[in-house]
């Protein structure tokens, strides 16, 4: 192969691996991002089974006063009896009573109620706590695992970065600005394989004749139709897939 075709392979399998450690790079804030509204849910969630045991409290010593009023008003009920000096007063002083006696007792199945749901709601604050403490055990072990892949894909950027320096000293300077031109105008590829007659960056199917030329990598070659330079891989992986495509285009 063209060395210099040769060292633009190269630069590109560099560029692409070290674009690769980059984007992942840039969703490692996301992901944290998502441990955290994992955490925020999961506490949201106690925090809403907290409130109801707190207005549920709350609603049992309201109906607690309530029972304790009624009581006030059934021992001075108890208390007129003495003074009581008819039939019909003392008629009336028992439906006072029974009414009373009707209106704590409902009063009570109330409490009675809210008493079971609070047992209710009380589990439900516990189990959303174990939520609570397993989401975030998981994301102390997620976000240890992302900062250990941050500091591994920074290496890696780093030392690709070097490489590509070293063998970008290589390259002729006119190839090597076209390399890079071709870098920012084509999304991170200025250097594609060729498969059949295809080019794998834009999938247009080259002239036999440019193919040619492609196949022999003695020349810097560009797609007639994105313009990156073409080189043919030689590799037993590459010449398998070759005669592959090929079989299927005879077979067309």
Known sequence: MLPDLASLVALQQLDTAAEAARRRLSELPGAEEAILGQVASAQAAVDEAKSRVAANAHDRRELEKQVAAVDARLS????????????????????????????????????????????????????????????????????????????????????????????????????????????????????????????????VRLRPAVTQRVRRNVEIITCDSCKRILYFPETPTAAATEAQVESQEQSQ
């Open 76 to 203: 001075k009920f108890d208390s007129h009896k003495a003074a009581v000096k008819t039939n019909h007063e003392y008629t009336a002083l028992l439906h006072e009573i029974a009414t009373a006696k009707a209106e704590k007792d409902a009063l009570e199945e109330q409490i009675l109620v809210l008493m079971d749901a609070g047992d209710g709601i009380a589990a439900e604050v516990k189990a959303a706590e174990a939520a609570l403490s397993a989401v975030r055990k998981q994301g102390d072990v997620t976000r240890a695992a992302l900062a250990a892949e941050r500091t591994a894909l920074d290496g890696e950027v780093t030392r690709l970065s070097s490489e590509k320096a070293a063998a970008a000293a290589g390259v002729k300077p006119a190839a090597l600005a076209h390399y890079e031109q071709l870098l920012k105008q084509r999304r991170l590829i200025a250097v594609a394989a060729i498969v059949g007659e295809m080019c794998t960056a834009c999938h």
